[in-house]
Every structure is written in structure tokens, then in C-alpha cells.
């Protein structure tokens, strides 16, 4: 029995919704209405004195401004229609109110795809249906003549039609879930249609047939070019039903595909997945099985390029995720201007790097320098012992110094500091950069701590003692003078002792706190100035502290005895003295001000590093232009899946607006393109419109 929708109160009830929803735009914020005015104006036409828009300058004032490479911007002028309220082929400023106010309805998408279908309504006359005659002639005329044949009169459809007065209708929330659904009939059809021999296969052209015209809009040319390829899952060289089914529902649940990719290889340890690992994260991250083995290994076929049982990065995927996704440039002038230009590339880098380093470290070492007045305090001495803990020492320097004391010897220290910290940080993201997986963006715990390790010893080529008895207050060629150049390197074991482990703590717990933490570059997350201080600031307290002893030999070293101090022979020796004379405690002397001073001042000079990476972009992309430098630095990260779940949303209206064409899109991938580059527009007392164009083509 044939089911009865739309009788006359369902029809009373969308009216009012509708009428509700055009009321509602005399209560939209002044701010929001401001700003739809500036848009109507800046692409508006003077026509008889008024302005309005046209279906040129309606794509201009809705198209989204970013990559319309499968969504032809042309397409969007099927809105024009939706927005016409009067049909006169102009869209006036109340017009573009309601138009925009419609958009900001939860299901402005489904409710433009149905205005568009009901091309015999209006505004002040709408009866909330969609007469079979309509839905099929509008299907019809926008689809073309080429297209695969749609039986109209098949069961499927019969099932979603009521009637009024006598006539077979579609309500809207009848269309939505026709909409819905119409894909997978299309599929059922166009399979059959094209299964000649009623074998249950096609040839591999008929199925890119078949997805070009439902799905061509959501694929990337990569994934469309190899789409016969699909053929090569099973022996026979064809495509059954069944694989065509897979395929469609993958393309289906694309969303659901990436989240659960991208949240696999993100919890994976080497940072790729196989087939087993995407079915059971499936399977543990939702109630019921979303992907059978079949839709699994579709996935990865085009992901691996035809190479099966292949363990894949994010990377990998991008082409099926991404419609937008191009392959690389790879031909051999590009890579013979590519390989001429290496190493001025890499002298760019390093000059680029060591230049922003100087200047964070010299910013980071602006911290107070009271913990070397705890370090070098010898408790064995009668009258030496000044300070009680680093809080006593804050205390007294102020009262005796002011506030001035905390930044004795900062000069010297600025001198020291800038271009070890350059060379520290320069180092550790070279030999970062090397040991990372350029696919996956993970670089091994080991190699972590190899390139802080390194960085922290390259640093102590750098003369420690200037800055430390810049504090006396001297300087180097007092040092000199006394100890010979050598002098300036007193205590450099010490230093390595000191600052290699300090780096090799300090730097992996810095990328992992800012990654497993604070969650950095998940789903496109960029870290606020907050937590990226946060993290810099955490990560050197433990490396500050623990490295405490290294530096209390090493300050000890590198000072002059003043008379009735011990004299240390080396580095053995003033380990085993200051235990001996002083205990366990003196080794960590200054510890509680080396956190306060170094965790901040790592902290910031972090901080700073980063951020000056960001505000060099802009002058850094007029030098590469000039200098011809084929990457920037933050180009050595491995590239980005960039899609719809990670891109920086537009305004909602825009989004719903694009969704909205989408699902016309669904119906046929060329849906409405010769309506739009013809500029015929559709007839109403005659929507026979794809039989006329074919003629004038």
C-alpha cells in the first residue's frame, strides 16, 4: 500500500517554519547584518538606480575564497536560483538578507537542495512539496544527456511519494532522506544499466564511469586516474557489485576513514599503520564494526598504490582524504634546480637558525643571576658562608644590590650566551631534522637524545669563564692575563658533564610535552603563546636540576681561590673534595635557583625562538624569492594532510552553503554545470532544459 505524506496540516506547518525562518532575519545581530552589507556591496551591480546582484556577482559575494578545484566555482551560481525569490534574475539586497538568514538554519543544506527542487514555489507561495514531475524534470535537465539512465518508475521511488491531490509529492522531510539515499539507487541502477551480460561484473572504465558521475567531486585526480585499478583486488581483471558497494561506502564515510587514520598513526609507535591496525582501532573506537575487511583493504590499495601489506604513514593517505591532493613535481629539470641549489640552501638554513637562536638566547638570558653566588660559596671557609638558600640569596642582593644586583654581570653573560645558544639550537634541529622520518614527522627517542646531546656539547666551545667572572667583576683579558688563553675553557669538562646531559633531558622533553601534552598538530592544533612557554618552562626543570653537581664543579673550577679556599686539580678531584669537605648537599647547591633561573630562561628563549620563526615569514618569503632558496626551515617538517577536518573553518554560512551543493553535487558530479556556463536558465514552464542545451552545443 502506497503510503499518504503531506496532507494539509504538514503543508500549513512548513509554511509557518518557513515564514518563521524569513521573520527571524529582522533579528539578526546589527553586527552580523553589518557585515552581510559590506559583502552585498562590494560585489554588487547599480541596475535602474538600485543595486543587486547577478548570478556572476552572487558566486562572488558566496563562493568561498580558497581551492575550488572540485567544486567549479561556476557551480555555486546554482544558489542564484534558491536566492531569487522574485525570479527575476536579479538578487536585491532583501533578497541576500533571507538568502543568508536561510543559511544560518541547522539544515540550511538539505533546505537550499530542496528550494532548488521545487522550481514552481516562492517565498510568499510555498506549499512545502515537490511533485514528481518537478524532482524528475529538474534531475533530468541538470544532469545532461550523457549521463547514465535513471529509471524514475523504479520501486525505490515509489516508496518515498504520497500524494496530494492526486498527485504522487515528495515533503521536505521525505526529500532529505531521498537525498539521502539516492546515491546508493544510482549505484544499483548504473551497475545493472552497464552490466550487459547480468553476470554480477563490469569492466574497470565502466566502474570510473559510475563513480565519475556519483562521487568524481569528494576524489582526487590521483585516486580517479587509478580508480580501474580496483580490478587488480581479485583475479578476473573485473569489478563485481560488491566492490563497487565497498568502494562507494568508503567514499561514504571518508570522514569517519580519516579520523580513525589519523588517530592510528598518531598513537602508533613508528608512526604507520597496516590493514589490521585500522580494523581494530575501528573496532575500539565505535560501538559496532564501521569497515568490512573488503572496505579495509579498498583503503589501502589506493593509499599504498597497488602494494599490498605495506605498513603506511598519514602521509601516505592524503590522496584518498584530500579531493584537492596533488602529486608531487618530480620531473628532472625540478630536480636538477633542486640539487643545484643545495648548498646554498643548507648555508640558509644554518645562517637562518644560528641568527634566531643569537637573539632568543640573548632574550633568555635577561634572567637573574643569583644561583652562581650560591654555587660558589665555599662552606668550609670561615666567614664565606653569605647565604643560607637561594631564597636568603634573593634577599640579600636586593637589600645590598637592589634590584640592579640580580643583573650583575649580564653584559659579559649576553656575549657568552647569544651564540651558545645559537649554535645549541642550530645543532639540535639540524641533527633532528636528518634522524626524522620524513614521512611519519617521528624521530626515535635515542636520536632525541643524541642531537640535545651534541648540542649541548658544541655549546661549550663558547668561554665559559668570561661570563663567569664578569660577575667579580672581570672580564676575558683579565682571564687571560692570568690564566693564559686556555683559561677561558678552565672547567670545560665540567661543562660538558654539565651541559650534554642538560640537553639531552631538556630538548626531547620539550618536543614530547608539546606533542603529547599540549597536543601540537593534532588536527591541525598550533600551540598558543601560553602553552609553548608552559612547555619550554617544564621541560627544564628536571634537566636544570639534575645537572645541578656538573655545574657547582664547574663554577668551582672556573673561579679564582681566593686565599684559604681549596684549590682544585680537576674535575675528579673536585668532585671527591666537595663531597668529602662539604657533603652531598653542596653538590646541589644553588639547585632551587638554577630551576627559578634556567627553566625560565630556557623557557623564553624557546619561546622566543619559535615565535621569531613565525614573524620571519613574510621576509623570509621576499628572500627566497630574491635568493632563490627552494625551502624555508619549517619546509623541512614533513608535509601536512590538510583537510576539512584540519583546515581553519569558514564562516558557517559559506560551509553550508558549499554542503548545500554537495548534495546536488551527489546527484551528478556535472550536476547543473551546463545550466551554469550556458547561462540559459531553467525553464520553469519548460524544464526540458538538458534537450535544448544538447541542440545549442
Known sequence: MTPVH?????????????????????????RELARWRRIFDANAKVIDGEQYLDPESFVNAIAPSGDLTKIGRAQFALLFRVADASRRGLVSWDDFTVFETLLKRPDADYWMAFRYFDVFGSYSDHDGYITFDEFRN????????????????????????????????????????????????????????????????????????????????????????????????????????????????????????????????????????????????????????????????????????????????????????????????????????????????????????????????????????????????????????????SLDCARKIFRNEGFLGFYRGLGPQLVGVAPEKAIKLTVNDLIRAKATDPETGRIKLAWELVAGGVAGGCQVIQGEAARVEGAVPRGAIHIIRQLGVFGLYKGASACLLRDIPFSAIYFPAYWHLKKDLFQEGYNGKQLSFYETLAAAGIAGMPAAYLTTPADVVKTRLQVEARQGQTNYKGLR??????????????????????????????????LGYETLKTYFLYWLGKMRSLMLVPKYPWEEKPPKVETALTARPDDLSKIRARNALKILLDVHGDFGRKVATSGVPLSLSSPRLSAQLGREN
Not at 20 to 29: E, I, S, Y
Not at 322 to 331: G, S
Not at 575 to 601: D, M, N
Request: glycine share 8%; net charge positive.
Open 573 to 606: 678531584d673536585a668532585f671527591v673534595r666537595i663531597y668529602k669537605e662539604e657533603g652531598f648537599r653542596a653538590l646541589f647547591k644553588g639547585g632551587p635557583a638554577r630551576i627559578v633561573r634556567s627553566s625560565p630562561q630556557f623557557g623564553f628563549t624557546l
Open 138 to 389: 529538474v534531475f533530468t535537465a541538470n544532469v545532461g544527456p550523457d549521463a547514465i539512465p535513471f529509471n524514475f518508475d523504479c520501486d525505490w521511488v515509489k516508496l518515498y511519494l504520497g500524494k496530494k491531490n492526486g498527485t504522487h509529492v515528495l515533503g521536505y522531510n521525505e526529500f532529505t532522506q531521498l537525498m539521502k539515499g539516492l546515491q546508493g539507487e544510482r549505484l544499483r541502477q548504473a551497475f545493472k544499466y552497464l552490466d550487459a551480460d547480468q553476470d554480477g561484473f563490469i569492466r574497470p572504465d565502466q566502474f570510473k564511469h559510475i563513480i565519475l558521475e556519483i562521487a568524481g567531486h569528494k576524489l582526487s585526480q590521483a585516486v580517479i586516474e587509478r580508480l580501474p585499478t580496483l580490478c587488480t583486488l581479485t583475479p578476473g581483471q573485473r569489478i563485481s557489485y560488491s566492490e563497487v558497494v565497498a568502494f562507494h561506502n568508503v567514499v561514504r564515510q571518508m570522514d569517519m576513514v580519516e579520523r580513525i587514520i589519523r588517530e592510528a598513526t598518531a598513537k602508533s609507535k613508528d608512526g604507520r599503520i597496516d590493514q589490521s591496525d585500522f580494523l581494530n582501532y575501528a573496532s575500539s573506537s565505535s560501538r559496532y564494526s564501521l569497515f568490512t575487511p573488503m572496505e579495509a583493504s579498498i583503503i589501502f590499495h589506493f593509499a599504498s598504490r597497488g602494494v599490498a601489506n605495506q605498513r603506511l604513514a598519514l602521509i601516505d593517505f592524503a590522496q584518498l582524504l584530500d579531493p584537492r591532493w596533488r602529486a608531487p613535481h618530480e620531473d628532472a629539470e625540478s630536480q636538477a634546480t633542486t640539487t643545484s641549489k643545495s648548498f646554498l640552501s643548507s648555508v640558509f638554513l644554518s645562517t637562518y637558525n644560528f641568527v634566531l637562536g643569537g637573539f632568543a638566547g640573548a632574550f633568555g638570558a635577561t634572567i637573574p643571576l643569583k644561583n652562581f653566588r650560591m654555587q660558589n660559596q665555599r662552606s668550609t671557609v670561615v666567614g664565606q658562608l653569605l647565604y643560607k638558600n
Open 6 to 30: 503531506g496532507n494539509s496540516e504538514q503543508g500549513s506547518s512548513l509554511a509557518a517554519s518557513a515564514l518563521k525562518t524569513v521573520r527571524t532575519a529582522l533579528d539578526v545581530p546589527e
